[in-house]
């Protein structure tokens, strides 16, 4: 089945800092990703749509210039948190489209900003 | 009135006995339902898909949508305690205007016992 790797798996900084994860298809092409934020005993929001080749869409309350979101190919997508803060703490999960609202998740990666 | 609705639980089945999971939804033109499974700590996975009225039945999983109630549920038979876990609901709303989306309820935590 389709493969979605997803790193750093954990992430520990401290305030300010800037962190990149990076969603990659690993056995196919993802034309279109999704990344989602999950806090605990919450359901999954959706962040942000990218689509390779072009600018990610948001969703209404995401900052794009803080979750900054680049596909530059068909097999890589990356979430940049910037300037991170204790309430950007999280897990981030990335998804990649395979067919009609089918998505295969990435393992997610747990960001904790002290 | 939130767009996917589940009861958090938990829910608990002794081990061999059907587990019942049940999920609402608020938008009637939507037409793409998705359960996935989702272990402490890790990402979600699909285990199934269903657009039309009627059950659809893989494996030891049922599941059973009826539109004209706004309801789709998921059975597990046989269930074991491996399927400990939380079950999420995902929608594709029709009000997206052709976006596949998906909208998640908060899930449902299902304990099987030994």
């Known amino acids: 089945g389709a493969v979605v790797s997803q790193h750093p798996s954990r992430v520990i900084c401290k305030s300010g800092t800037s962190v990149k994860i990076e969603c990659r298809s690993l056995?196919?092409?993802?034309?279109?990703m999704f990344w989602y934020r999950q806090f605990p005993k919450q359901s999954l929001m959706l962040m942000a749509t990218?689509?390779?080749?072009?600018?990610?869409?948001?969703e209404q309350g995401v900052e794009k210039d803080k979750f900054l979101i680049n596909h530059a190919s068909l097999t890589l997508s990356t979430l940049t948190v910037t300037s991170a803060h204790p309430e950007d703490s999280s897990f981030y999960i990335c998804?990649?489209?395979?067919?009609?609202?089918?998505?295969?998740f990435g393992a997610g990666t747990r960001l904790s900003v002290l | 009135q939130k767009e996917v609705e589940q009861n958090s639980g938990p829910l608990s089945v002794p081990e061999g006995a059907i587990a019942s999971l049940n999920c609402t939804y608020s938008?009637?033109?939507?037409?793409?339902f998705f359960w996935y499974r989702q272990y402490s700590g890790k990402s979600p996975e699909l285990i199934m898909f269903?657009?039309?009225?009627g059950d659809k039945e893989d494996g030891r999983f049922t599941a059973q949508l009826n539109k004209a109630s706004q309801y789709v549920s998921l059975l597990i038979r046989d269930s074991q305690p491996s399927d400990s876990a939380t079950y999420l609901c995902?929608?594709?709303?029709?009000?997206?205007?052709?976006?596949?989306?998906?909208?998640f309820g908060k899930g449902t935590k299902l304990t099987v016992n030994p």
């Open positions: 998804s990649a489209r395979v067919g009609w609202g089918i998505q295969y």
């Open positions: 056995d196919f092409q993802a034309t279109t």
């Open positions: 990218s689509n390779e080749g072009s600018k990610a869409t948001y």
């Open positions: 938008d009637r033109g939507s037409q793409s």
């Open positions: 269903i657009y039309s009225n």
């Open positions: 995902a929608v594709i709303p029709a009000t997206q205007g052709g976006s596949e989306k998906l909208v």
